[in-house]
């Protein structure tokens, strides 16, 4: 069963359309992530969910009901927004039984609830404190704290680690998920933050400019995008691109160098494409080149050691790759070296409609 | 140069401050003294000359005065007036803020226009509400001054507390709505606490403004609902003052507002909103 379903959804500002015909299907328990860069739409496209903000057109079914004009609170929704939106003037305890409290819940189940929710985010301790004397962290927990308090069918959280450092974001990351395998509940996460989506989502949609780019689990858009777009937005560090023209082949390169591509015989030769290869497809030229692989001779431009790796900037096919290496398999620029490219993990994008072949 | 030592100086210094302070805070409040004592003086104390600087014994003839003639009923008066008066103008501009804030209600300009009002010269008006309240009969009744009062007040209101609730994360009514609030719950379990200290501070001015009107109450009152501001001017006579009543008569109308202020003092303070949001 969908717990969400959403069908041609269009979301206009004025002359603004922030969303363009967005359809989605949600499964029951499915942690789903909306994804993409600031502007895409994707705030705006949970507000919409939530019915913090009115569609243009389009349908809204949340468990089976159509809510698309219903109000927020008749939605059966919890949601954890990315400034926590804690009440100041009410302590710890409060603050999580409200909205209970808002929907007449007995005083012995909010009691049982808020304790059951707040052992569950490690807060127990800090039921009697007030926000303004809990750390960034913490009142994070509280505001989850607050939406999981509720039997709601459907999850929102926008942004809900954005305000937090990298280590308690980690930290947050890893809290979340084992929420979300706890309850089994079904969640959607919006986050910039593609790192975020890979590590959290049961499926991601990626958004671009309002519409949707591309859906699936991480590791089917991680391995398999249809875009340029895609392919370039998830993956740190970035999917390195090579100007070239398709020969028999494979591609020839901007600075002459010929690449084959196994299997890819179909391709149309002379066509103006795009190679895409990951910086984890690059690696130092073993003894043999093995089957599919391409070697190169190098000369490191640039090291960046990130501690058990090492990104290495080189120049190739007249422009500048990343190539992710062993930390010490390379110590300094200007060092002349082979490299192995992956040419059965490399993919190959019209340069025209940006669309992968 | 002075072979004082330096905390020496320092200790000079502070105490030059503190006998300046000390100089204006008796010029400042000499004339509250005075009035106070005067309140408290018999007829020969208050014209004796040289002045007695204080009575010789502390008497409440001039007050008992004002009771027994039904003079301080004025002082009832007032405070009926401005409190049920303050109490409306709140509610409903409380809402009206609201509904400008979230709603955009009127646009850009209609929250302009509203404190426009506030501007008029109550005296370029007395003269058209005087007529038209003859007319409906709401001349000397509580209803008639406690709706004008409301009116007037109410441009204060909305513009005060559009700002104070401008300043509330949108985000705590969105959650709230979220959670199970409609909008008037949101508005009671949200704003209002959010809000507190605008709020009653808010509330005190309006209420002062109300207390201290002498126009509309002077033009608007014959007999029934006379204000304390009207009554003290009946003993400024031709031919004598009657400073013991007018004294009387000030410190009754001085000590409701005395008391709403010290009560709401701590209200007052700011920094209510911290840890609402980030940071």
Same mark, same amino acid.
């Given at each position: 069963?969908?717990?969400?379903?959403?069908?041609?959804?269009?979301?206009?500002?004025?002359?603004?359309?922030?969303?363009?015909?967005?359809?989605?299907?949600?499964?029951?328990?499915?942690?789903?992530?909306?994804?993409?860069?600031?502007?895409?739409?994707?705030?705006?496209?949970?507000?919409?969910?939530?019915?913090?903000?009115?569609?243009?057109?389009?349908?809204?079914?949340?468990?089976?009901?159509?809510?698309?004009?219903?109000?927020?609170?008749?939605?059966?929704?919890?949601?954890?927004?990315?400034?926590?939106?804690?009440?100041?003037?009410?302590?710890?305890?409060?603050?999580?039984?409200?909205?209970?409290?808002?929907?007449?819940?007995?005083?012995?189940?909010?009691?049982?609830?808020?304790?059951?929710?707040?052992?569950?985010?490690?807060?127990?301790?800090?039921?009697?404190?007030?926000?303004?004397?809990?750390?960034?962290?913490?009142?994070?927990?509280?505001?989850?704290?607050?939406?999981?308090?509720?039997?709601?069918?459907?999850?929102?959280?926008?942004?809900?680690?954005?305000?937090?450092?990298?280590?308690?974001?980690?930290?947050?990351?890893?809290?979340?998920?084992?929420?979300?395998?706890?309850?089994?509940?079904?969640?959607?996460?919006?986050?910039?933050?593609?790192?975020?989506?890979?590590?959290?989502?049961?499926?991601?949609?990626?958004?671009?400019?309002?519409?949707?780019?591309?859906?699936?689990?991480?590791?089917?858009?991680?391995?398999?995008?249809?875009?340029?777009?895609?392919?370039?937005?998830?993956?740190?560090?970035?999917?390195?691109?090579?100007?070239?023209?398709?020969?028999?082949?494979?591609?020839?390169?901007?600075?002459?160098?010929?690449?084959?591509?196994?299997?890819?015989?179909?391709?149309?030769?002379?066509?103006?494409?795009?190679?895409?290869?990951?910086?984890?497809?690059?690696?130092?030229?073993?003894?043999?080149?093995?089957?599919?692989?391409?070697?190169?001779?190098?000369?490191?431009?640039?090291?960046?050691?990130?501690?058990?790796?090492?990104?290495?900037?080189?120049?190739?096919?007249?422009?500048?790759?990343?190539?992710?290496?062993?930390?010490?398999?390379?110590?300094?620029?200007?060092?002349?070296?082979?490299?192995?490219?992956?040419?059965?993990?490399?993919?190959?994008?019209?340069?025209?409609?940006?669309?992968?072949? | 140069?002075?072979?004082?030592?330096?905390?020496?100086?320092?200790?000079?210094?502070?105490?030059?401050?503190?006998?300046?302070?000390?100089?204006?805070?008796?010029?400042?409040?000499?004339?509250?003294?005075?009035?106070?004592?005067?309140?408290?003086?018999?007829?020969?104390?208050?014209?004796?000359?040289?002045?007695?600087?204080?009575?010789?014994?502390?008497?409440?003839?001039?007050?008992?005065?004002?009771?027994?003639?039904?003079?301080?009923?004025?002082?009832?008066?007032?405070?009926?007036?401005?409190?049920?008066?303050?109490?409306?103008?709140?509610?409903?501009?409380?809402?009206?803020?609201?509904?400008?804030?979230?709603?955009?209600?009127?646009?850009?300009?209609?929250?302009?226009?509203?404190?426009?009002?506030?501007?008029?010269?109550?005296?370029?008006?007395?003269?058209?509400?005087?007529?038209?309240?003859?007319?409906?009969?709401?001349?000397?009744?509580?209803?008639?001054?406690?709706?004008?009062?409301?009116?007037?007040?109410?441009?204060?209101?909305?513009?005060?507390?559009?700002?104070?609730?401008?300043?509330?994360?949108?985000?705590?009514?969105?959650?709230?709505?979220?959670?199970?609030?409609?909008?008037?719950?949101?508005?009671?379990?949200?704003?209002?606490?959010? *809000?507190? +200290?605008? =709020?009653?501070?808010?509330? @005190? /001015?309006?209420?002062?403004?109300?207390?201290?009107? $002498? !126009?509309?109450?002077?033009?608007?009152?014959?007999?029934?609902?006379?204000?304390?501001?009207?009554?003290?001017?009946?003993?400024?006579?031709?031919?004598?003052?009657?400073?013991?009543?007018?004294? *009387?008569? +000030?410190? =009754?109308?001085?000590?409701? @507002? /005395?008391?709403?202020?010290?009560?709401?003092?701590? $209200? !007052?303070?700011?920094?209510?909103?911290?840890?609402?949001?980030?940071?």
């Amino acid at each position: 069963m969908s717990d969400l379903k959403i069908t041609d959804l269009h979301k206009h500002y004025g002359n603004f359309h922030a969303v363009k015909g967005v359809s989605l299907d949600v499964q029951a328990g499915e942690f789903t992530v909306l994804v993409g860069p600031s502007g895409c739409g994707k705030s705006t496209l949970l507000r919409c969910i939530a019915g913090l903000e009115e569609t243009s057109s389009g349908r809204i079914e949340i468990g089976g009901k159509d809510v698309t004009h219903a109000r927020p609170r008749d939605r059966d929704i919890a949601m954890v927004f990315q400034n926590y939106a804690l009440y100041p003037y009410l302590n710890v305890k409060d603050n999580i039984a409200f909205g209970l409290r808002a929907r007449k819940f007995a005083e012995t189940e909010i009691e049982k609830r808020v304790k059951r929710a707040s052992d569950m985010l490690g807060i127990g301790h800090l039921l009697t404190r007030f926000p303004r004397e809990l750390s960034g962290g913490q009142r994070q927990r509280v505001a989850i704290g607050r939406a999981i308090v509720r039997d709601a069918i459907l999850y929102l959280f926008d942004e809900p680690l954005s305000n937090l450092d990298a280590q308690l974001r980690d930290d947050m990351r890893v809290e979340i998920k084992r929420l979300h395998q706890e309850l089994g509940r079904t969640m959607i996460y919006v986050t910039h933050d593609q790192i975020e989506a890979m590590t959290l989502a049961d499926r991601i949609v990626l958004l671009r400019d309002g519409v949707v780019e591309q859906q699936g689990s991480p590791l089917d858009l991680f391995e398999r995008p249809q875009t340029r777009f895609v392919a370039g937005f998830l993956g740190s560090p970035k999917m390195n691109f090579l100007k070239g023209t398709l020969t028999r082949t494979g591609v020839s390169l901007a600075d002459g160098r010929e690449l084959v591509l196994p299997g890819r015989e179909s391709l149309r030769s002379g066509q103006a494409v795009l190679l895409g290869v990951r910086p984890q497809h690059i690696a130092l030229a073993g003894k043999t080149v093995a089957k599919g692989h391409e070697r190169i001779p190098v000369t490191i431009e640039l090291v960046q050691p990130t501690g058990s790796r090492v990104q290495v900037t080189l120049p190739l096919g007249g422009t500048s790759v990343i190539a992710e290496l062993g930390a010490h398999e390379v110590s300094r620029p200007g060092e002349k070296t082979f490299i192995d490219l992956d040419m059965t993990r490399a993919i190959v994008i019209d340069a025209v409609t940006e669309k992968v072949l | 140069m002075s072979a004082l030592p330096f905390h020496r100086r320092a200790g000079v210094r502070l105490s030059l401050r503190y006998l300046i302070a000390a100089l204006l805070v008796i010029i400042f409040c000499f004339p509250v003294y005075w009035l106070f004592i005067i309140s408290f003086k018999t007829p020969d104390e208050i014209f004796a000359y040289p002045p007695v600087w204080y009575p010789a014994s502390i008497q409440f003839a001039n007050y008992a005065v004002l009771f027994k003639d039904g003079d301080a009923a004025t002082v009832g008066n007032s405070l009926v007036l401005a409190s049920i008066s303050t109490f409306f103008a709140m509610i409903f501009g409380t809402v009206a803020a609201y509904s400008l804030v979230r709603f955009k209600t009127g646009g850009e300009n209609l929250a302009v226009w509203i404190i426009s009002q506030r501007m008029m010269p109550p005296v370029a008006i007395v003269f058209p509400i005087f007529l038209l309240y003859i007319w409906i009969g709401w001349v000397d009744s509580y209803f008639g001054l406690i709706i004008l009062y409301t009116a007037f007040s109410l441009p204060y209101v909305i513009w005060m507390m559009r700002g104070y609730i401008e300043d509330i994360p949108l985000e705590l009514e969105e959650s709230a709505l979220v959670d199970g609030c409609s909008r008037w719950e949101t508005l009671w379990k949200v704003v209002l606490p959010m *809000a507190r +200290s605008g =709020l009653f501070a808010t509330a @005190v /001015f309006t209420f002062i403004f109300a207390w201290n009107d $002498f !126009l509309f109450a002077l033009v608007l009152t014959r007999t029934e609902v006379t204000t304390y501001t009207v009554q003290v001017t009946h003993y400024f006579g031709g031919q004598s003052n009657f400073w013991a009543k007018i004294a *009387a008569m +000030s410190v =009754l109308g001085t000590i409701p @507002v /005395f008391f709403t202020v010290a009560v709401m003092q701590r $209200f !007052l303070v700011r920094g209510i909103s911290m840890g609402a949001v980030k940071g």
